[in-house]
């Protein structure tokens, strides 16, 4: 004869299996299902992304160019190009699939959210600039237009994200690209850097360490092989054609140079005062505004007083406070030994993007 304890015990155990497998909308098979669809969503709105792309570079779109930027296999590309063309978001043109009028606009929104929230990682947040494209890829499929446009509200209305790309308006317009490409600049010609592109995530980052910043400022002064020969910030360096080919610039007037002699926080010497110039653009966010805050603005003198044991961090006289910062923070912050007027317009004049410390 069966234990009667033993069978409740086994009952409610199944009973309790059961509940949390089959429990309408909490259930692991509801939350499975809802997996499934939010993937299958976020598959569709990346495929609309990689649509709007190619028509923005006025290239055809592909089924293996798709399965290629979306990592699945070219059946899962058709049967999503399928999907977007049933929901008349995608029809097949004379050069391959293409977006409609309806599809170009949802494509817009997700291009929007994209950039907006990169912008405000740049601006609020101290999330670093190798992050910001993964952390916006998550948020684009969660945000609502609504959300959005408050976003956009709370932070100016910018026009172009942290990397130099044109943010599209609640109405779906979006400003014209600037610029060309670094590899089509002539030596002996100054530019300004206006886009970095942001994939491959490696390649970004490469640009960024060399020193390669949106709104910086270089004089190209010649090729070796095939690279482009830059100069900026008192160093000369080669950057070969694939990183070359993702920065994007506009020529300054001739005659104009883009490298202006200057001296940072950080080549001070013990006991020297000196006086702020401007901020570095690579300086944003939370510690762009740390600095505004401690009053590290154009014109302001400053003073190097003490080195910790280990040489890092510096300690600076600051208004009267005494402020610890690190190299790395203190080369953001470029000087001149004299406070006058010429001095610190000599500076802003040679470098118009940074001329003032507040610009983000």
Known sequence: MADPGLALFVFGLVATGGGLLFWPRVGALARLRQLIRLSERVL?????????????????GTLEGLAGQLNVTRARAAALLSRLTELGLAQSGAGGPELTGEGRQSALRLVRTHRMWERYLADRTGVPAREWHDEAERVEHDLSS????ALDERLGYPRWDPH??????????????????LTAIEPGRAVEVVHLEDEPPELYDALVADGFVLGG??????????????????????????????VTVRRLPVGEHGDAPSRTLADAEPGEQVYVARISRACQGAQRRRLLDLGVVPGTPITRELTSAGGDPVAYRIRGALIALRKSQAAWIRVASHH???????????????????TS
Do not use: F, Y
Request: proline content about 8%; some cysteine; glycine content about 12%.
């Open 217 to 246: 400022r270089l004089d190209v002064v010649g090729r070796t092989d095939g690279a482009v020969q830059v100069h900026a910030d008192g160093r000369t360096w080669d950057v070969d054609p694939i990183a070359a080919g993702n």
């Open 146 to 149: 609504d959300q959005v446009d």
């Open 44 to 60: 569709l709105e990346d495929a609309l992304k990689h649509l709007h792309a190619c028509e923005r570079a006025a290239r055809p």
């Open 340 to 358: 006058t007027p010429d001095g610190i317009a000599d500076i802003h004049a040679g470098n118009g993007a940074e001329a003032t410390a507040g």
């Open 164 to 181: 130099g790309d044109p943010i599209p308006t609640s109405a779906g317009d979006m400003p014209p690209d600037r610029g060309v490409s």
